[in-house]
Nanobody, 120 residues
């Protein structure tokens, strides 16, 4: 079992920045991929950034160049640095881990989510 706990969400004006953190505990197998998903109100969940088992990062086109995913293995913590935020980035952000991260079907563990709201 893996427990994922996100933090760092909040309200920010367009153009601002936020950094989300996700602390993992339990069976933190490095072979799992880890990712950030988000779900805007009334819409489905979207994978926005992930680190695959080979160690490289993959981003959705909607956040490429603005968001950076990173991890601190010593702290078992995954980060998402978000800059140049837009109102359309407003969503519940979820940390996830699983066998593969390009689709929800591969995710075995979810965090509880942290809300990000960007005002214009």
């Amino acid at each position: 079992q893996v427990q994922l706990v996100e933090s760092g969400g909040g309200s920010v004006q367009a153009g601002g920045s936020l950094t989300l953190a996700c602390v993992a505990s339990g069976d933190t197998d490095s072979r799992r991929c880890i990712a950030w998903f988000r779900q805007p109100p009334g819409k489905g969940r979207e994978r926005i950034a992930s680190i695959v088992s080979a160690g490289y990062a993959v981003y959705a086109d909607s956040v490429k160049g603005r968001f950076t995913i990173s991890k601190d293995n010593a702290k078992n913590t995954l980060y998402l640095q978000m800059s140049s935020l837009k109102p359309e980035d407003s969503a519940m952000y979820y940390c996830a881990a699983g066998r593969y991260c390009y689709a929800e079907s591969g995710i075995d563990y979810w965090g509880q989510g942290t809300q990000v709201t960007v005002s214009s």
